[in-house]
């Protein structure tokens, strides 16, 4: 059974500063890995997805990347801003999505 | 190009009542797939339906819920004889096939139970 573990569970930053947000999982045979982010009290917005071929993703200001074989991922954000402040999930599939607990980011103008 | 839908998106019930939340998947998706986020937890994985077929009913509880995905019409999640313990937010999510796809979510259904 896959166990998806998100460290830290809160973070706190001001403006500006870059963020690092980490994610392990316990069986490395993925597919792939997504991030999500998550609003207080809103649905789910897709972030990225790494394939597991791939090492990294990149959109924007955000790279994620992925060691299989260690069983991690790392979600970064680049220059944050207030508008980042949101929950972040990272997410395993087979087919149904194993969650991460998430990381609660807030970002301090 | 219209995203996963859910309607309601908030829903109050009694307890002892009955609780029915609609899923209507992406276009041209075919997978649909419930999880339900209890207050101050992570999102757990309850169903996973294909048109007219249950995949994957490992997440969902024994009593009272059950879901289908018929072969008109959105997919349901029906909560029979709601307690306390059934308040939360319960998203659906699409995708085009099975394994490896993006799952996009929809905006959630929140139940509250009285």
Redesign the interface.
Same mark, same amino acid.
């Given at each position: 059974k896959q166990e998806v573990t998100q460290i830290p569970a809160a973070l706190s930053v001001p403006e500006g500063e870059n963020l690092v947000l980490n994610c392990s999982f316990t069986d490395s045979a993925i597919y792939n890995l997504q991030w999500f982010r998550q609003d207080p009290g809103k649905g789910l917005t897709s972030l990225l997805l790494i394939q597991s071929s791939q090492r990294e993703q990149t959109s924007g200001r955000l790279n994620a990347s992925l060691d299989k074989s260690s069983g991690r991922s790392t979600l970064y954000i680049a220059a944050s801003q207030p508008g980042d402040s949101a929950t972040y999930l990272c997410a395993v599939p087979d087919y149904k999505l194993s969650f991460g607990a998430g990381t609660t980011v807030t970002v301090r103008a | 190009n219209a995203g996963v839908m859910q309607n309601p998106r908030h829903l109050v019930r009694r307890r002892g009542q009955e609780a029915r939340l609609r899923c209507s998947p992406m276009k041209g998706h075919s997978?649909v $797939?419930w $999880?339900r986020q209890l207050p101050e *937890?992570?999102?757990?994985?309850m169903v !996973?339906l294909q048109k007219e077929n249950i995949?994957?009913e490992s997440?969902m509880p024994k009593e009272r819920f059950s879901a289908e995905f018929p072969k008109e019409g959105p997919s349901i999640l029906r909560i029979q004889q709601v307690v306390r313990g059934d308040s939360a937010a319960y998203?659906c999510?699409s995708s085009p096939s099975? *394994?490896?796809e993006?799952? !996009?979510?929809?905006?959630?259904t929140?139940l509250l139970v009285l």
């Open positions: - | 997978h $797939y $999880y *937890e992570g999102l757990k994985f !996973y995949i994957d997440g998203f999510a099975g *394994e490896g993006t799952q !996009y979510f929809g905006p959630g929140r």
